[in-house]
């Protein structure tokens, strides 16, 4: 069994900037792409960031020059960078990892959720 562990959500002024961090804990051989997706309430969960093994990433355009991801593949840990945050990027922002385990098979892992609220 695998999870994953956001922090770093919080309140955070419009124009401001803040940094989610996940963490994958558990029996890991290998985690492939990892990314997060975000949710509005009533709406489905969106794509946010993702990156994989090798440092290609793919950002959505709704955040894309704003924010950035990154991953330390030795801590097996994905950052999320949210620059000149504005107020539609308020939701709870979710952490997914492609984790590779013991037997060589690779399962979709999600967090719990952080909850980002931009608002002056």
């Known amino acids: 069994q695998v999870q994953l562990v956001e922090s770093g959500g919080g309140l955070v002024q419009p124009g401001g900037s803040r940094g989610l961090s996940c963490a994958a804990a558990?029996?890991?051989?290998?985690?492939?792409?990892m990314g997060w997706a975000r949710q509005y309430p009533g709406k489905q969960r969106e794509l946010v960031a993702t990156i994989n093994r090798g440092g290609s990433t793919n950002i959505a355009d709704s955040v894309k020059g704003r924010f950035t991801i990154s991953r330390d593949n030795a801590k097996n840990t994905v950052n999320l960078q949210m620059n000149t945050l504005k107020p539609e990027d308020t939701a709870v922002y979710y952490c997914?990892?492609?984790?590779?385990?013991?037997?060589?098979?690779?399962?979709?892992?999600w967090g719990q959720g952080t909850q980002v609220t931009v608002s002056s």
């Open positions: 558990g029996t890991i051989l290998e985690i492939n792409a």
């Open positions: 997914n990892a492609e984790v590779v385990g013991v037997d060589r098979r690779w399962r979709n892992y």
